[in-house]
């Protein structure tokens, strides 16, 4: 099945902006519905956004953090789903995971850890304020 591996986390001050990618290892690449989630120390993994894909295009969610600020897009024939992450503040500080899906079923099911079978290895994003 897909392997996944994040980049580009790191430590930028609040009010800044980063840049998350995912690299999947497989080129039925676009089979798959991408997610981001997060999960700061003591929380539960948390939904920050999805975007799937039709053949024609890819509808995306988001989570009520995420709207406005942080934008996911894919790129399929790179094999890769990015995050691009605005005016982070200190509340966005968590490991953020990418995440895929070949059977999700609802874009309800999209915000939900356990529509996805395949996880990344997590990526550090720190904000400081």
């Known amino acids: 099945q897909v392997q996944l591996g994040e980049s580009g986390g790191g430590s930028v001050q609040a009010g800044g902006s980063l840049r998350l990618s995912c690299a999947a290892s497989?080129?039925?690449?676009?089979?798959?519905?991408m997610g981001w989630f997060r999960q700061a120390p003591g929380k539960e993994r948390e939904f920050v956004a999805a975007i799937t894909w039709n053949g024609g295009g890819g509808s995306t969610y988001y989570g009520e953090f995420a709207k406005g600020r942080f934008t996911i897009s894919r790129d399929n024939a790179k094999n890769t789903v990015s995050l691009q992450m605005n005016s982070l503040k200190p509340e966005d500080t968590a490991v953020y995971f990418c995440?895929?899906?070949?059977?999700?079923?609802?874009?309800?099911?999209?915000?939900?850890?356990?529509?996805?079978?395949?996880w990344g290895q997590g990526t550090q994003v720190t904000v400081s304020s």
């Open positions: 995440a895929a899906s070949k059977y999700w079923r609802s874009s309800f099911g999209l915000t939900v850890r356990l529509t996805y079978n395949v």
């Open positions: 497989e080129n039925t690449f676009s089979d798959y519905a």
